[in-house]
């Protein structure tokens, strides 16, 4: 039987546990995504132009919150010089008791406008590894789903950030938020680093060993007691996707409101290791879009996690 090289007509949380496992073996009580990851903890401390424009309590006054850096996929082990996508969670602890929440990569896309494209490339990968589809097989794949295509270009075009704390992070998805005056504002959040992004050398990717990240978030945040990002919102107009995260919005185009800054003070604790970065819970005042691919993560999340907090 010919090889089907098409992205699925469907796609479950399941579907991608099961990928996952298939392209990086059974890890009981490790994430099934991102498995590879250090807790960090600090503060977020909102912009005055943020508390002026949105009515969401996020902005009300500073906050402690919780995160935990990663590298993409299921390996727990993954090398960290590969120019692979790198990730970020992050809690907001609200001072009225409720919690928001980003889970972002170091992608500015998505690999895939919907699930079943990146399922369809996820089993395509397993498939060329395991010697079942020629490695040409991709090229294939991508001429039927280009949108599948820009993430991994994107990665390929530069080497990795030299460090968590020297890399931008990207919310991907659109979402929406509620201002003063009863409107809403359509926007997709960034992260970008105070101190300005600081990638690998290629000397460095020869010379450093595969487990590195860890070690400079310790002695970075030793060194300077605290590494600060700039969280911006980037505001959509109506010729911007909702619900393709697969597009890069025009951001040189786009106005861009500073709506705060997280501050990371300590790391290497435990404090992330109960949580389970959802990116659909949020505050009261923003919402989520209509992003097939920003909907589907909460499944795949919380099946990851009662599997981790059951030793599967
Ligand atoms: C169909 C698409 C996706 C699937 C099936 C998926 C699946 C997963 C799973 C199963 C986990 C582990 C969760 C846990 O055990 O706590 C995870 C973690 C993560 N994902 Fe995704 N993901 C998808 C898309 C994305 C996208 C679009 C982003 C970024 C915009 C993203 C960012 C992250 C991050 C940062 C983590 C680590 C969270 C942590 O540190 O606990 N994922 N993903």
């Known amino acids: 039987q010919e090889p089907n090289y098409q992205a699925p007509e469907q796609a479950t949380a399941t579907d991608f546990i099961e990928i996952f496992e298939t392209l990086s073996g059974k890890h009981p009580g490790i994430r099934k995504g991102h498995a590879r990851g250090v807790c960090a903890a600090g503060s977020f401390t909102p912009s005055s132009v943020a508390q002026e424009r949105y009515s969401?309590?996020?902005?009300?006054?500073?906050?402690?919150?919780?995160?935990?850096?990663?590298?993409?996929?299921?390996?727990?082990?993954?090398?960290?010089?590969?120019?692979?996508?790198?990730g970020i969670g992050v809690q907001f602890q609200l001072a009225n008791g409720s919690l928001h929440q980003l889970a972002g990569l170091t992608t500015p896309m998505f690999a895939g406008k919907n699930p079943e494209q990146f399922l369809g490339l996820l089993r395509l990968n397993a498939q060329i590894r395991d010697g079942e589809a020629p490695a040409d097989a991709r090229a294939?794949?991508?001429?039927?789903?280009?949108?599948?295509?820009?993430?991994?270009?994107?990665?390929?075009?530069?080497?990795?950030?030299a460090e968590y704390t020297s890399a931008s992070y990207y919310g991907i998805?659109?979402?929406?938020?509620?201002?003063?005056?009863?409107?809403?504002?359509k926007f997709r959040w960034q992260l970008i680093p105070a101190t300005g992004e600081v990638l690998l050398t290629d000397e460095e990717r020869e010379t450093l060993p595969a487990d590195f990240l860890t070690d400079r978030l310790v002695e970075r945040i030793?060194?300077?007691?605290?590494?600060?990002?700039?969280?911006q919102w980037v505001i959509g107009t109506d010729a911007d996707a909702t619900n393709d995260p697969s597009v890069v919005w025009p951001v040189e185009q786009r106005e861009v409101v500073n709506v705060g800054t997280l501050t990371i003070s300590g790391a290497n604790g435990e404090q992330c290791t109960p949580i389970n970065f959802d990116p659909n819970l949020l505050a009261q005042g923003v919402q989520a879009?209509?992003?097939?691919?920003?909907?589907?993560?909460?499944?795949?999340?919380?099946?990851?996690?009662?599997?981790r907090l059951s030793q599967q």
């Open 173 to 185: 998805h659109t979402f929406f938020a509620d201002t003063a005056t009863g409107k809403k504002d």
């Open 56 to 86: 969401s309590p996020i902005f009300d006054t500073k906050v402690p919150v919780v995160l935990r850096f990663s590298m993409g996929g299921g390996n727990p082990n993954a090398d960290e010089r590969a120019k692979a996508p790198r």
């Open 222 to 231: 030793n060194t300077d007691g605290a590494v600060h990002y700039y969280l």
């Open 140 to 161: 294939n794949y991508f001429a039927a789903n280009p949108e599948a295509a820009g993430q991994g270009q994107w990665l390929q075009q530069r080497n990795p950030a």
């Open 289 to 307: 879009s209509d992003d097939p691919v920003l909907a589907l993560r909460s499944a795949a999340y919380a099946i990851s996690f009662g599997k």
